[in-house]
């Protein structure tokens, strides 16, 4: 890891002195955090008392178990920038108090709104205001977009409680990657019912979400099986490829056969096994011929409502938010050899070679380490240990009563395991990961109880964050998602280590950052907006009212700062937005500078306090989540 913070260093320090920033010029050192063995902070896992009642006996009746603690606010802190899309103060006591695994199940329990619900209202409400500006007669020129969809995210991350369950859905959407930048995706309800399925489904079964992904139009379009015809060899038509070779490579079982623990398997010369061939790819294609739409877009198209529904019309006539359907006649109905030897048999329907094929893949050994350490990689830590992947990939293969791919299972797997829990790992060279841009956004957003008048958080993020810090939700540039699960630079490379999010951490985005990072504190918490231009293909941001803009609430911070002073006041930020992991040296710097402000006299509390959030925000040590 101080690989990881030495690259940070060079790129934040380069872009702190493009940007102006002159009192930051000088790089954070961070050195790596001393643990010596002891019960507590978090520290406990593996470790077991055990005691007599009376001295000398040699009779362990009572027993404390390590795995049963209560984390202290440090660990609570760490669990929950690992587990949700940001908390406050008062999140880090609750956890503190009721502990990871009551927590876990709680989260479990919670069922948000649906992105459905969301995008319709949010687009009810638009349409409403417009209508009562401009006439009912505007309502036929309004051209809706998906990005709708990412003002129903925004709004979710503000106003929702279901932490856990909007986390686990951002990184499926980073594994099953559809994106806004395609074009082809103009209603956001398809856009919002594609993101439904990773969300509603993120505590459910793999082998659902795959399948609905599978069968979902907007899947369909951005990996061209929608509409997909079966082989015409008299015009030279043959199956589009595209999918079938993506639900492999990227979606269930990798490039090459695996081990449980994710380290690949080799041949007698010492190289890797291919799980697929050329030939196999074209086998799958046929697999996925013969579906279409199977509603039409009567929002946009209402006279098509009574004309039967048939295959290979314009995509825009379909309606984007209901599953695809299977229409024979364009099926390759033959025989296809997937896998291994396995065989889908000629005659049956194509729904049924969908579903075998499906669960031929759901079945492979690899989707378990797969799976496992991309979402390890994704939620955890870059680089994870083959002995965590092996824990976790051990609990998709069987929950412990014989369900395979159980997710709610698989995500408890992952967060109380001790390689995510126990401190000690923090000093591991190969700890955290770089926190993505979005995931820090979203942090400062609920540290401090963001709020409007309004309480609408319509934020479309596609500049700020999409092209400024490329990383807008659902803007992913290619299948690939935003950063490759095995990228390395050159210094992580000779480390034999990986470091997927620096692929898109550069001098830009980081001036990017830094400046988003500047607005944010002081004076544009989130450019949030109820209002749209009606007339544009996006959904555009055409003024902020008043009641839209919105605040931080740093009371409980100003309140500190007058009674305790600015080191009090570091600390508490050092627990909300770091967990505690800032060094010794950055907090000097930081509690420097906020005592210097201090020291001015001039500058009023609410802006020593956002200043010194925004010092912590683009130190190094913040951006490395260990």
Same mark, same amino acid.
């Given at each position: 890891? #101080?690989?990881?913070?030495?690259?940070?260093?060079? =790129?934040?320090?380069?872009?702190?002195?493009? $940007?102006?920033?002159?009192?930051?010029?000088?790089?954070?050192?961070?050195?790596?955090?001393?643990?010596?063995?002891?019960?507590?902070?978090?520290?406990?896992?593996?470790?077991?008392?055990?005691?007599?009642?009376?001295?000398?006996?040699?009779?362990?009746? /009572?027993?404390?178990?390590?795995?049963?603690?209560?984390?202290?606010?440090?660990?609570?802190?760490?669990?929950?920038?690992?587990?949700?899309?940001?908390?406050?103060?008062?999140?880090?006591?609750?956890?503190?108090?009721? +502990?990871?695994?009551?927590?876990?199940?709680?989260?479990?329990?919670?069922?948000?709104?649906?992105?459905?619900? &969301?995008?319709?209202?949010?687009?009810?409400?638009?349409?409403?205001?417009?209508?009562?500006?401009?006439?009912?007669?505007?309502?036929?020129? =309004?051209?809706?977009?998906?990005?709708?969809?990412?003002?129903?995210?925004?709004?979710?991350?503000?106003?929702?409680?279901?932490?856990?369950?909007?986390?686990?859905?951002?990184?499926?959407?980073?594994?099953?990657?559809?994106?806004?930048?395609?074009?082809?995706?103009?209603?956001?309800?398809?856009?919002? $019912?594609?993101?439904?399925?990773?969300?509603?489904?993120?505590?459910?079964?793999?082998?659902?979400?795959?399948?609905?992904?599978?069968?979902?139009?907007?899947?369909?379009?951005?990996?061209?099986?929608?509409?997909?015809?079966?082989?015409?060899?008299?015009?030279?038509?043959?199956?589009?490829?595209?999918?079938?070779?993506?639900? %492999?490579?990227?979606?269930?079982?990798?490039?090459?056969?695996?081990?449980?623990? /994710?380290?690949? #398997?080799?041949?007698?010369?010492?190289?890797?096994?291919?799980?697929?061939?050329?030939?196999?790819?074209?086998?799958?294609?046929?697999?996925?011929?013969?579906?279409? +739409?199977?509603?039409?877009?009567?929002?946009?198209?209402?006279? *098509? /409502?009574?004309?039967?529904?048939?295959?290979?019309?314009?995509?825009?006539?379909?309606?984007?938010?209901?599953? *695809?359907? &299977?229409?024979?006649?364009?099926?390759?109905?033959?025989?296809?050899?997937?896998?291994? +030897?396995?065989?889908?048999?000629?005659?049956?329907?194509?729904?049924?070679?969908?579903? &075998?094929?499906?669960?031929?893949?759901?079945?492979?050994?690899?989707?378990?380490?797969?799976?496992?350490?991309?979402?390890? #990689?994704?939620?955890?830590? $870059?680089?994870?240990?083959?002995?965590?992947?092996?824990?976790?990939?051990?609990?998709?293969?069987?929950?412990?009563?014989?369900?395979?791919?159980? %997710?709610?299972?698989?995500?408890?797997?992952?967060?109380?395991?001790?390689?995510?829990?126990?401190?000690?790992?923090?000093?591991?060279?190969?700890?955290?990961?770089?926190?993505?841009?979005?995931?820090?956004?979203?942090?400062? =957003?609920?540290?401090?109880?963001?709020?409007?008048?309004?309480?609408?958080?319509?934020? #479309?993020?596609?500049?700020?964050?999409?092209?400024?810090?490329?990383?807008?939700?659902?803007?992913?540039? !290619?299948?690939?998602?935003?950063?490759?699960?095995?990228?390395?630079?050159?210094?992580?490379?000779?480390?034999? %280590?990986? +470091?997927?999010?620096?692929?898109?951490?550069?001098?830009?985005?980081?001036?990017?950052?830094?400046?988003?990072?500047?607005?944010?504190?002081?004076?544009?918490?989130?450019?949030?907006?109820?209002?749209?231009?009606?007339?544009?293909?996006?959904?555009?941001?055409?003024?902020?009212?008043?009641?839209?803009?919105?605040?931080?609430?740093?009371?409980?911070?100003?309140?500190?700062?007058?009674?305790?002073?600015?080191?009090?006041?570091?600390?508490? @930020?050092?627990?909300?937005?770091?967990?505690?992991?800032?060094?010794?040296?950055?907090?000097? @710097?930081? !509690?420097?500078?906020?005592? $210097?402000?201090?020291?001015?006299?001039?500058?009023?509390?609410?802006?020593?306090?956002?200043?010194?959030?925004?010092?912590?925000?683009?130190?190094?040590?913040?951006?490395?989540?260990?």
């Amino acid at each position: 890891m #101080k690989l990881y913070i030495q690259r940070v260093r060079q =790129i934040f320090g380069i872009a702190l002195l493009l $940007s102006g920033h002159l009192i930051f010029k000088p790089c954070f050192t961070v050195n790596a955090q001393i643990y010596d063995d002891y019960y507590g902070n978090g520290h406990d896992q593996a470790v077991l008392i055990s005691s007599s009642p009376v001295e000398d006996a040699d009779e362990a009746l /009572g027993t404390l178990s390590g795995a049963d603690l209560l984390p202290d606010l440090y660990g609570a802190s760490r669990f929950l920038g690992q587990a949700s899309m940001g908390a406050d103060f008062e999140d880090i006591i609750y956890v503190s108090e009721i +502990g990871i695994e009551a927590w876990l199940e709680e989260q479990f329990a919670l069922q948000g709104t649906s992105f459905t619900s &969301m995008v319709t209202d949010i687009q009810n409400t638009a349409e409403a205001e417009i209508i009562a500006v401009h006439g009912a007669g505007i309502a036929d020129e =309004i051209n809706w977009h998906a990005d709708i969809c990412t003002r129903a995210f925004w709004q979710k991350v503000v106003t929702e409680e279901d932490m856990l369950r909007q986390r686990v859905a951002l990184a499926l959407s980073e594994i099953l990657v559809v994106s806004q930048r395609t074009g082809t995706v103009d209603v956001p309800k398809g856009m919002a $019912s594609y993101y439904d399925i990773l969300y509603q489904g993120a505590f459910g079964n793999f082998k659902d979400i795959l399948t609905e992904v599978s069968l979902h139009p907007i899947m369909g379009l951005y990996l061209s099986h929608f509409s997909n015809r079966k082989a015409d060899p008299s015009i030279n038509r043959r199956p589009d490829e595209n999918f079938a070779r993506e639900i %492999m490579q990227l979606f269930t079982i990798g490039l090459y056969e695996l081990n449980i623990d /994710g380290t690949e #398997k080799t041949d007698q010369y010492g190289d890797p096994i291919a799980t697929y061939d050329n030939d196999d790819i074209r086998e799958m294609a046929k697999v996925w011929t013969g579906l279409s +739409g199977s509603a039409w877009n009567l929002d946009k198209y209402p006279e *098509m /409502g009574g004309e039967p529904i048939t295959f290979g019309r314009y995509h825009e006539r379909y309606d984007k938010s209901v599953a *695809m359907k &299977m229409f024979e006649e364009e099926h390759e109905s033959g025989s296809k050899y997937l896998l291994n +030897g396995f065989v889908v048999p000629a005659g049956q329907s194509g729904m049924q070679d969908i579903e &075998m094929a499906l669960d031929h893949l759901f079945n492979h050994d690899n989707i378990g380490p797969f799976i496992a350490r991309k979402l390890i #990689k994704l939620l955890i830590k $870059s680089n994870p240990t083959p002995a965590y992947v092996s824990r976790v990939a051990t609990v998709f293969n069987n929950n412990g009563n014989g369900v395979r791919g159980d %997710m709610r299972a698989v995500i408890r797997a992952i967060y109380t395991d001790s390689e995510s829990r126990d401190c000690a790992w923090i000093d591991d060279p190969k700890a955290g990961r770089l926190r993505e841009p979005l995931l820090r956004h979203s942090q400062r =957003i609920r540290a401090f109880n963001l709020s409007n008048q309004s309480g609408r958080y319509w934020y #479309k993020d596609d500049y700020q964050l999409g092209e400024g810090q490329k990383q807008g939700f659902l803007h992913s540039p !290619t299948v690939f998602n935003f950063f490759q699960p095995d990228y390395a630079n050159a210094d992580l490379s000779s480390q034999n %280590m990986t +470091g997927p999010e620096f692929q898109i951490l550069d001098a830009n985005t980081a001036i990017s950052y830094i400046n988003r990072v500047e607005a944010g504190v002081r004076w544009e918490p989130l450019y949030a907006t109820g209002t749209v231009d009606p007339f544009g293909f996006q959904f555009y941001d055409f003024d902020v009212g008043p009641d839209d803009e919105c605040s931080h609430d740093f009371s409980d911070e100003i309140a500190l700062l007058q009674t305790e002073g600015a080191s009090a006041l570091v600390d508490r @930020l050092n627990l909300i937005l770091a967990h505690g992991q800032l060094s010794e040296g950055t907090i000097a @710097l930081i !509690t420097n500078y906020a005592n $210097s402000l201090v020291d001015l006299g001039y500058v009023d509390d609410d802006r020593i306090v956002s200043w010194t959030v925004y010092a912590i925000l683009i130190s190094p040590s913040y951006v490395i989540l260990k």
